[in-house]
T-cell receptor, first 113, second 112 residues
Framework: DTAVSQTPKYLVTQMGNDKSIKCEQNLGHDTMYWYKQDSKKFLKIMFSYNNKELIINETVPNRFSPKSPDKAHLNLHINSLELGDSAVYFC????????????FGEGSRLTVL | AQSVTQPDIHITVSEGASLELRCNYSYGATPYLFWYVQSPGQGLQLLLKYFSGDTLVQGIKGFEAEFKRSQSSFNLRKPSVHWSDAAEYFCAVGGNTGKLIFGQGTTLQVKP
C-alpha cells in the first residue's frame, strides 16, 4: 500500500481550465501539506492542514484552494490555470509531533498549455 | 531571512568513492535540519534529521550528516557511494511548524 498517494500523476490542460489534484495518506498522520516544485527544482510550501484545519497558507494566488474533507485527505483545486502554474505538486504528511519529518507522495506533474 | 544554500548544483563521483554534499542555512531560531533524497519520478524520502543532541547524525542507506552551528552548516556524507545513490539531494531547515525551507538541490551522478 502506498503511504501517500496522489492522483493524477500527470495532468496536461489548457490555460483557463480548472483542475483538481487529490491526495490521500494511510499513515494516520494529523498534518498534511502541499508543496510546489518548479522547473528549477525549487520546493516551496503552499499549504498545511492539521486535522482538517488550515495552519499554513503561504503567499499563493486565490486561484488555489485546498480542501481537507478529513485528516487523511487533502485535495488541491486550481481555477483559471495559467502557464506559470506548470510544476510538480507534492502532497506530504507528518505526525503533529514530528514536524519536518515529511512523507511525500510521488508528485503530480501539471503542464498548462 | 530564512534560507538554505546548497553550493553544488551537480556532483559526479566514482562508485566506491566518498561523498560530501554541502549545505548552509540561515535561520533565526534553533533549526531543525533535514536531508531528503529524490529519485527520478519519485517523491522525496527522508535520509536523516537533526533536532538536538549529538551533532553527528546517522541516517538510512549509510548516510550521515554533521551539524556545525558555528558554520551554519549541515553537510551530508557517505564513505562509499553506490550506483543506486544517483539522485537529487535536498537539504532543508524548519522549526516546529512543519514548514520546511528547501535548498535548490544537488544532483548526484555516479560513474561506474
Amino acid at each position: 500500500d502506498t503511504a501517500v498517494s496522489q492522483t493524477p500523476k500527470y495532468l496536461v490542460t489548457q490555460m483557463g481550465n480548472d483542475k483538481s489534484i487529490k491526495c490521500e495518506q494511510n499513515l494516520g498522520h494529523d498534518t498534511m501539506y502541499w508543496y510546489k516544485q518548479d522547473s528549477k527544482k525549487f520546493l516551496k510550501i503552499m499549504f498545511s492542514y492539521n486535522n482538517k484545519e488550515l495552519i499554513i497558507n503561504e503567499t499563493v494566488p486565490n486561484r488555489f484552494s485546498p480542501k481537507s474533507p478529513d485528516k487523511a485527505h487533502l485535495n488541491l483545486h486550481i481555477n483559471s490555470l495559467e502557464l506559470g502554474d506548470s510544476a510538480v505538486y507534492f502532497c506530504a504528511s507528518s505526525q503533529a509531533d514530528r514536524t519536518g519529518e515529511l512523507f511525500f507522495g510521488e508528485g503530480s506533474r501539471l503542464t498548462v498549455l | 531571512a530564512q534560507s538554505v544554500t546548497q553550493p553544488d548544483i551537480h556532483i559526479t563521483v566514482s562508485e566506491g568513492a566518498s561523498l560530501e554534499l554541502r549545505c548552509n542555512y540561515s535561520y533565526g531560531a534553533t533549526p531543525y535540519l533535514f536531508w531528503y533524497v529524490q529519485s527520478p519520478g519519485q517523491g522525496l524520502q527522508l535520509l536523516l534529521k537533526y533536532f538536538s543532541g549529538d551533532t553527528l547524525v546517522q541516517g538510512i542507506k549509510g548516510f550521515e550528516a554533521e551539524f556545525k552551528r558555528s558554520q551554519s552548516s549541515f553537510n551530508l556524507r557517505k564513505p562509499s557511494v553506490h550506483w543506486s545513490d544517483a539522485a537529487e539531494y535536498f537539504c532543508a531547515v524548519g522549526g516546529n511548524t512543519g514548514k520546511l525551507i528547501f535548498g535548490q538541490g544537488t544532483t548526484l551522478q555516479v560513474k561506474p
